[in-house]
């Protein structure tokens, strides 16, 4: 079956502006995990969804990120008025439950800000 | 806020060499798991350990978790070009994974 899909895959942005990122999840997958990983550095998490319900969003580095998933199951990270250290690879997982099930991984949607 | 830190950063190595990399951690892990990261992608799942003392083996990767829960080893017997990437442990606390910093593995044909 199909696998988490992010878009688009590369996106260059200007210092300043917005930005959206979509990730859809595997069919059916109950809860959403969005991570950033800066270059050379492990991922860290940003923001977790069970259903439509946004339940931790504690790694939100300013306000001027934002995320929803307003069906439960397609998922947006908007990162408005975009700065140079946005640049990273944002990544979407999807679980099927909540707990310590697995999570699986897209590939990520490479942001660079110039 | 728990921290992991791996060694070594990087490793390049000639193919059917062996070779362990290690994390620890500042706490006690809830989940312990390994993931593989290639160029382009997102990790992917090697194998989950919860329990001190806990040793698994897949196929030529074995992976051992200390008995107080706050490090663990990947070993890789025989390397392979195809086992090029970036190597991550994680805390699996629930509904948030806690990752390390990595180890870049390049195995040279």
């Known amino acids: 079956g199909a696998g988490v899909s992010q878009s688009p895959r590369y996106k260059v942005a200007k210092r300043g502006q917005d930005v959206a990122l979509r990730c859809d999840p595997i069919?059916?997958?109950?809860?959403l995990f969005w991570y950033q990983q800066a270059l050379g550095q492990g991922p860290e998490f940003l923001t977790y969804?069970?259903?439509?319900?946004?339940?931790?969003k504690s790694g939100l580095p300013s306000d001027r990120f934002f995320a929803e998933r307003p069906e439960g199951s397609v998922s947006t990270l908007k990162i408005q008025r975009t700065q140079q250290e946005d640049s990273a690879v944002y990544l979407c997982?999807?679980?099927?439950?909540?707990?310590?099930?697995?999570?699986?991984f897209g590939p990520g949607t490479r942001l660079t800000v110039t | 806020t728990q921290l992991l830190e791996q060694s070594p950063q990087f490793l390049s190595i000639q193919e059917g060499e062996n070779l362990t990399v290690y994390c620890n951690s500042s706490s006690v892990f809830s989940s312990l798991q390994w993931y593989r990261q290639e160029p382009g992608e997102g990790p992917v799942l090697l194998v989950t350990?919860?329990?001190?003392?806990e040793v698994k083996k897949l196929k030529r990767l074995t992976f051992q978790f200390g008995d107080a829960r706050k490090d663990s080893s990947l070993h890789i017997t025989a390397a392979q070009p195809g086992d090029t990437g970036l190597y991550l442990c994680c805390n699996n606390a629930g509904n948030m994974l806690t990752f390390g910093g990595g180890t870049r593995l390049m195995v040279k044909p």
């Open positions: 350990v919860v329990t001190g003392g």
């Open positions: 069919s059916g997958h109950v809860s």
């Open positions: 969804f069970q259903n439509e319900a946004q339940l931790d």
């Open positions: 997982a999807s679980s099927h439950g909540t707990g310590r099930y697995e999570q699986y």
